[in-house]
């Protein structure tokens, strides 16, 4: 009987193996020197996607777990993105809302000003407009209902210290109705 390797494994360097495995046989089959084929992939992937780019380390925002991106970015647009393999939340992986930071951050749906609804059809306004409205119709509601006819929510998006700001605020507004989109 031959003796059992009882050393585990995780399941990246599984998946890391079998494809290494596949690219060997494949070479076989194929005539070509395994060596060649893992110099040529190394290359490539040093290879910039878009000459003149930098990359850039940065964390995906959709949640707040933090997995590491590295952005592509060449004249101040994001371009191309990839795992970062050594950050130490995401490992080297990230999920598929991850992955499609990139289309998110640059869709053409992406609402990128502030606008409002006039007479039935939405227009462009200033920011500094948008924060006057808000802020003078968050005043008429505490004034006519009292300020727990309010409920302030927060989201996995947020880190603590934004946390810590939403929280201050509906106290100073004066309201302890604070939640969590997730529970809603």
């Known amino acids: 009987m031959s003796e059992i390797n009882n050393r585990t494994q995780s399941r990246r360097t599984f998946m890391k193996m079998s494809a290494l495995a596949g690219v060997a046989g ?5 005539g ?9 992939a190394k290359k490539q992937e040093l ?9 850039i380390k940065t964390i995906c925002t959709h949640c707040s ?14 371009i191309r993105q990839e795992v970062a393999q050594d950050h130490p939340i995401s490992q080297g992986g990230h999920c598929c809302k991850g992955a499609d930071m ?12 502030p606008i409002e609804k006039v007479n ?5 306004t200033t920011w500094d407009s948008a924060m006057d409205k808000i802020a003078n119709k968050l005043s008429d509601i505490r004034e006519k209902n ?39």
């Not at 989201?155 to 529970?183: C, L, M, P, W």
């Open 26 to 30: 494949l070479s076989q089959a194929l």
């Open 47 to 55: 290879k910039e996607a878009y000459p003149g780019s930098v990359k």
């Open 102 to 113: 990139i289309d998110r951050a640059r869709s053409e749906t992406r609402l990128r000003y």
């Open 65 to 78: 777990v933090g997995c590491g991106i590295i952005a592509e970015v060449k004249d101040g647009v994001w």
């Open 146 to 184: 009292g300020p727990d006819s309010v409920m302030f929510i927060g989201s996995a998006k947020v880190s603590n210290e934004q946390s810590y700001y939403i929280r201050k605020f509906a106290a100073f507004f004066g309201t302890n109705n604070i939640d969590h989109q997730a529970r809603i």
């Open 32 to 40: 070509n020197d395994t060596k060649d084929i893992i110099k040529q």
């Open 120 to 124: 039935g059809k939405w227009e462009r």
